[in-house]
Structures are given as C-alpha cells and as structure tokens.
C-alpha cells in the first residue's frame, strides 16, 4: 500500500513513525519546547527535525493548536504564524513527509502551497470549508474521531458502545470524504485514543482495533505519554515512555500503520525489531 503525499509518497506494507512537532506553548507534554521568547524558533524545529527524520520518522507532524484536554482554541492568525514557517522549513531542508495538524480551511490552502503532504485534523474535517479545502488539496487525509471539543472532552464522555459508535463516525466522515472528491485509499483513520474517551473507553478501542483496520484503510494511532498510561500505572508524563513504546508495539501487531510519538528513536527501534523476528 503506498500513500501519494504530494511530491513524496510514503510505503505503508510497513508501519511507520509519525513525529510530533508542536508548535504550541502549552501542549501537555512538550509545550513551548520550540519557542524563543514568544516566537517559534526555526532554528529549533529544525534541529528537532533532523533528529526526529535520523531516528527513524517517516512522517513529521506539525500543529500549532494544542488540542490536550481542556485546551483553549488559538486564532487563525496565530495558528498560521506558527504552522506555515515550520512547514516551508522542514519541506526546503528534508527530505519528508510534512502532515499539517490543523481543522482551519484557511491553513489547509496556505499548507499545500508551503509543502505539506498530510491532512491531519482531529475535527475529521467537519470545521467550515475544511472539507472542501482537503479535497481541492489532493493529499491524503487523516480521520479522527473526537467526543466533543478540547476545553470539554474529558467531562464525562458516554458512549453506548465504544468500538462501534467511533467507527459508525468514522465511517460517515468517510462517506463524506468520498462525496467530495476524496477517494478511500487517500483515507487514513485515527480512532482518537485520549480525545472524549475514559481510561476504559481507550483500553476497548485497543483491544478491538483490528475494527478499524478491517475497513481496508491504514490506521493511525496517537497513544504517546498520554494520560491513559498514566492512569494505569501511575507515572508522571516524563515517565511514560515504556507505557507508550507497550502501547505502540499492541498497535502495530493489531495492523496500525503509522504510530504518531513524541520518542521517535524508541519507537522506531520496537517496530524495526518486531519486523525482524517477523522476518
């Protein structure tokens, strides 16, 4: 299975790494990491770059909207200040795929034209003009599926049935998709680990994530250092790093196709030797 991504095209018979680039100052685990004073240092997300694409990143994700839970929403201007730059960045010094993590019709334009190969939005491309923005793009898109909204999404999440209430979702953002011009294989599928989902909720999606990839279209997941492991084994965030190398290997065995991480080395390194004992 390969994934045309503008002028890059990525091999999904295997999966791979997805690097987190935040450009955000309050991101829950890495907030402000790349910031000089209360501007985006270049300098440092290229830096971050190059190591994160060394150690193995076949995908490098830049948002600059923190979506963790209770998060306040960032004005279009200031999203794109700190997105655009990034991605002409990366896109003029390395050679990878550039996903931009955005809901904005507005930045989705403004990103194909800085270099971006990925569509990734946690909203599923429901935000006014998002869907058509993606469609006009002719990149592939990431899905995800999220209860409710950043600032609200961790009170009381209800579901009837976990597993399926998220793939019926998921499935009618596809059929959307299709509507407008996006075909199914240019469809990734995130079901959304953390974003209006309890502990078990999280723990549910993963046992029965061979759900999603039976619908035949790659599955991203998105478990680094987030607050599940956390609640299972009681570390702090700067802890979390063997819960979320656990998480990822139980992903890939399942059939995920791309791991979204903060530790790109690691991870890297627990795919590479489960390929190789697969042979």
Do not use: W
């Not at 450009?23 to 985006?40: C, W, Y």
């Not at 996903?99 to 599923?124: F, H, P, Y």
């Not at 250092?225 to 702090?236: A, E, P, Q, T, Y």
């Amino acid at each position: 299975m390969r994934l045309s991504c503008g002028s890059r095209t990525l091999d999904l018979s295997h999966p791979l790494v997805m690097g987190i680039l935040n450009t955000t100052p309050d991101s829950f685990s890495d907030g402000g990491s790349l910031f000089q004073g209360q501007n985006v240092s270049l300098d440092k997300v290229l830096f971050k770059a190059e190591a994160m694409v060394r150690d193995g990143a076949a995908i490098l994700d830049v948002g600059g909207e923190s979506t963790r839970p209770g998060a306040a929403p960032v004005t279009l201007e200031e999203e794109m200040s700190r997105v655009i730059p990034v991605v002409e960045a990366i896109n003029r010094e390395l050679d990878v795929v550039v996903s931009v993590d955005t809901s904005s019709a507005s930045l989705i334009k403004e990103a194909v034209g800085a270099g971006a190969g990925m569509i990734n939005d946690v909203r599923a491309l429901q935000s006014p003009g998002a869907l058509s923005a993606a469609a006009d793009s002719g990149l592939p898109v990431c899905l995800m599926h999220m209860q409710g909204k950043p600032v609200t999404m961790q009170v009381q999440p209800e579901y009837k049935g976990v597993v399926e209430d998220v793939g019926e979702f998921l499935l009618r953002r596809v059929s959307a998709c299709n509507e407008a011009g996006i075909a199914s294989d240019q469809i990734i599928l995130d079901p959304g680990f953390g974003f209006g989902k309890t502990l078990e909720h999280n723990l549910d999606l993963l046992r029965h994530l061979e759900a999603f990839v039976s619908t035949g279209m790659p599955v991203l997941v998105g478990f680094s250092r987030k607050s599940m492991i956390g609640n299972v084994l009681g570390r702090d965030v700067d802890k979390r790093l063997a819960g979320s190398l656990a998480l990822a290997l139980l992903s890939v065995q399942s059939g995920a196709r791309i791991v979204r991480v903060h530790d790109v080395a690691e991870t890297s390194d627990v795919i590479n030797m489960y390929r190789a004992v697969l042979g």
